[in-house]
C-alpha cells in the first residue's frame, strides 16, 4: 500500500490483440493504461493486498479519502459533508452523509428495476458489520477491534448467526436518520479517521451481497468514478467512467489548492475541472519487467518502474536521468516509501518459532552492502519494523548487524553448530515461501539470501506460489518462513506495530503470529493516546521488544525511482495512492504524435 504499488495504475503493457484489442480512437475519450498483479477479488471487507485494493478503490469510496497533494498526509471527506463532529470526551463521532449520492445502477436492485439507489448511513452501518462478521473472513477487523461499543460482541454472535442476520444491535454503530451516522468508542481512538478512509470502511450495498453471494467479490457495486466493465482472470481487468454520476448530476473536482512544492511542479493546471478524466482504466496482469522496459521505451508505457538490470542506462552517476531519455520527454520522479520489506517466521512453527537464537544468527548473516548493491543502492537496511517517517522511528544501529562470526556463534547456540542438527548430522534447511514466481529480480534476490545463509550453514529452500495461493499459505500458518513487505495504510507508527499484536494473528495481519505480553499490553496503552511524546516513547519501546525477539528478519525500506512520459499528467508520488486514478490526465494528441515518432502504437 505504498508508493511504488502506486505504478501499478500507471504503467502499462503490450498492446493486446484479437477480442481483448483495445485501441484509442479520435473522439472515444482517452484510456488510462495500467499494470496489475493478480487479485483475489474486489470486496472492500476482504482486500488486504495492494492489487486488490487499488483495483476495488476505483469503484467503492468512504466516508474519507486522502487529499492528493495535501503535505503532510491529510484525510479530507468524501461521501460525508465535512469531517465529522466528535463529542467532548471524544467518544461520539457524527458524520452527516452526502445526498443524491448514488450506488451505481445493477441488477441486484430489484426493487429499483436495476437503477442504482441512494446512499444511506446504514450502508456504513453495513460494511463495518460485514468487516465484524467472522462468516465474511475479512482480515481487517483489527481496525475495529475493541473500538466501538458493541461491535466485539456482535463479532461473537456472527460466529452463528444466519449469514445475513444483521439485526443485532450495536449501540456503538447507529444511523439515527437516512444521512446521519454515530458511531460511540469505548475509549478515544486517534487513528480513526485515517481507518475510515481504508478499504474497509468502503459502503457497500446489502443488495450485492445478497444477490451476488459467494461470487460477490467478483461484481462490485460502488458509488466510486468507474464500474468494473469485464475480469478477464490472470489477464485484464477493464474499468469504464460510471454513468451514474453523469444521470445524477454528481460533480467532484480537482484540487484546488496545494502545498508550494506542488504548485511549482504545476501540479494546479486543471485546479477545479470536473474528474475523472479518463473516460477508460485497463489493468493488465503481467508480470515481465523486461517487456514493460521495452513498452515504456516504444511509447506504449505512460509510467515504469525501473529494474535493476536497466539501472545503470537510465540513471546517471550523481543519481540524475540519462540525458538521452530527458530528451525524449521522460520524466524522473523519486521519494522515500512509507515501507518495510521483511522475512517473517512462522512463530508457529517448531524449528523457528521457539528458538530465537536461531533467528538472531540468521539476521546477523545478512550481508547488509551486498543487499544495497543489489538493489542499486535505492534500499537502507530496516534495523526495525518502522520505516523512517513514522513517529517512533529511532535512527539507531541495528542490534544484530551483519556480523559472521557471531551468526555462527549464535547459531551454535541455538543447538546448530556450523548448520548442522546433533541429532542427526544433517544440516538445518528452512523453507522460504515466496510469491510472485515469474519475477526474476524476486527469484535473484532469494537466491542472494541463500548464498548468505548458506556461508553459516544453513540451507535456503524457496516455495514459490502465486501471489493469491502464496497469501493464502500465510494466513492458513502453513508457511515456516515468508517474504512480504507492510506498506503504510495510514501515517502512524500504530499501523506497523499492530503487526505484532498478538490478538491480530492470522488471519489477520499479524502474520508471524507473534505473541508477547509485554508488547501486547503497552500496544494497548499507546494505542488510545494522542500523538504525544509518551505515544512516541511507547512505541520506541515496542519497536525494541521485537527486534530484541526476531519475529522478522528486516530486510530494507524502499527509495522509490520511477520515470513517467511528459504527456501523462497531474502525477504525483503519495504513499496512499488507492482511488487517485480519478486525478491522472493523459494528453491524448501528445501520446499519439510521440508513439508515432518512436514507432510505437
Known amino acids: 500500500m505504498a508508493l511504488a504499488s502506486g505504478l501499478l495504475l500507471l504503467a502499462a503493457c503490450s498492446r493486446p490483440s484479437g477480442d481483448a484489442a483495445i485501441e484509442e480512437k479520435p473522439g472515444q475519450g482517452t484510456t488510462l493504461y495500467g499494470l496489475s ?57 457524527t458524520f452527516r452523509i452526502r445526498r443524491n449520492i448514488f450506488f451505481q445502477d445493477d441488477p441486484c436492485f430489484t426493487a429499483g428495476n436495476g437503477k442504482g439507489r441512494e446512499l444511506t448511513a446504514a450502508d456504513f452501518v453495513y460494511s463495518i458489520l460485514r468487516v465484524a462478521d467472522v462468516k465474511t473472513g475479512s482480515g481487517g477487523y483489527w481496525t475495529f477491534n475493541d473500538r466501538i461499543v458493541g461491535l466485539d460482541e456482535f463479532r461473537a454472535a456472527s460466529k452463528t448467526a444466519p449469514v445475513t442476520d444483521y439485526g443485532f444491535k450495536v449501540d456503538g454503530l447507529q444511523a439515527s436518520d437516512r444521512h446521519t ?27 450485492a451481497v445478497e444477490f451476488y453471494g459467494k461470487d460477490f467479490a467478483m461484481h462490485p457495486v460502488g458509488t466510486g468514478p468507474y464500474v468494473l466493465r469485464r475480469h478477464l482472470p490472470n489477464y485484464r ?12 448530476g454528481r460533480i467532484e473536482r480537482y484540487p484546488v489548492d496545494a502545498p508550494a512544492k506542488a504548485r511549482a511542479e504545476g501540479l494546479l493546471a486543471d485546479a477545479g ?84 537464537k536461531l533467528r538472531q544468527a540468521l539476521a546477523c548473516a545478512l550481508d547488509t552492502e551486498a543487499w544495497r548493491r543489489f ?94 495461493a502464496f497469501l493464502s499459505r500465510v494466513q492458513r500458518r502453513q508457511a515456516q518462513m515468508f517474504r512480504l513487505a507492510w506498506s503504510a495504510d495510514y501515517p502512524d507508527g500504530q499501523n506497523f506495530l499492530q503487526l505484532f499484536y498478538g490478538p491480530n494473528a492470522s488471519p489477520g495481519p499479524n502474520r508471524a503470529n507473534y505473541a508477547n505480553a509485554e508488547f501486547d499490553a503497552m500496544y494497548e496503552r499507546a ?61 491524448d494528441a501528445a501520446r499519439r504524435v510521440k508513439r508515432i515518432a518512436q514507432g510505437g502504437w
Not at 60 to 69: A, D, I, N, P, V
Not at 188 to 196: A, G, N
Not at 237 to 248: D, S, V, Y
Request: proline share 9%.
Open 527 to 587: 494505542r488510545a493516546l494522542p500523538d504525544n511524546e509518551a505515544r512516541r516513547e511507547l512505541y520506541r519501546r515496542m519497536s525494541d521488544r521485537v527486534i530484541a525477539d526476531c519475529p522478522w528478519l528486516f530486510l530494507h525500506h524502499p527509495l522509490a525511482y520511477g520515470l513517467h512520459h511528459d504527456w501523462l499528467k497531474n502525477y504525483t508520488p503519495h504513499d496512499f495512492p488507492y482511488g487517485m486514478s480519478k486525478y491522472y490526465r493523459v494528453d
Open 273 to 356: 475541472k470536473s474528474i475523472p478524466f479518463a473516460d477508460r482504466l485497463v489493468q493488465y496482469m503481467v508480470s515481465d519487467s523486461s517487456t514493460m522496459w521495452l513498452m515504456f521505451l516504444n511509447g506504449q508505457v505512460e509510467a515504469s518502474d525501473i529494474s535493476r538490470d536497466n539501472w545503470n542506462s537510465v540513471i546517471s552517476p550523481d543519481r540524475t536521468l540519462a540525458s538521452d531519455l530527458a530528451e525524449r520527454g521522460i520524466r524522473l520522479y523519486t521519494a522515500p516509501v512509507l515501507e518495510t520489506h521483511y522475512i517473517g517466521f512462522n512463530m508457529d512453527d517448531p524449528v523457528v518459532g521457539p528458538n530465537v
Open 181 to 207: 451516522l454515530t458511531i460511540k468508542l469505548k475509549r478515544p481512538y486517534p487513528q480513526l479517521l485515517w481507518v475510515l478512509a481504508l478499504n474497509y470502511a468502503m459502503a457497500v450495498p446489502a443488495e
Open 37 to 93: 498483479g493478480r487479485i483475489r477479488g474486489v470486496a472492500p471487507a476482504r482486500a488486504a493486498d495492494v492489487p486488490s485494493i487499488l483495483a476495488l478503490s476505483s469503484v467503492y469510496e468512504g466516508l474519507l479519502q486522502y487529499s492528493y497533494l495535501a503535505r503532510p498526509y491529510a484525510v479530507e471527506p468524501c461521501l460525508c459533508e465535512a469531517l465529522p463532529d466528535f463529542s467532548g470526551d471524544g467518544l461520539t463521532v
Open 237 to 248: 481487468l477493464e474499468f469504464i467512467r460510471n454513468p451514474k454520476w453523469a444521470e445524477t
Open 375 to 468: 538493489h542499486n543502492q535505492r534500499v537502507i537496511r530496516a534495523t526495525g519494523p518502522l520505516p523512517p517517517g513514522v513517529a517512533g522511528f529511532e535512527d539507531k544501529p541495528a542490534p544484530y548487524p551483519f556480523d559472521l562470526e557471531r551468526a555462527r556463534r549464535l547459531l551454535a547456540e541455538a543447538g546448530y553448530p556450523e548448520g548442522r542438527d546433533p541429532a542427526t548430522g544433517r544440516r538445518l534447511t528452512l523453507k522460504l515461501d515466496v510469491g510472485r514466481p515469474n519475477d526474476p529480480e524476486m527469484r535473484a534476490s532469494v537466491e542472494l539470501m541463500a548464498g548468505f545463509f548458506e556461508r553459516i550453514g544453513v540451507v535456503l529452500e524457496p516455495v514459490y506460489n502465486t501471489f493469491p
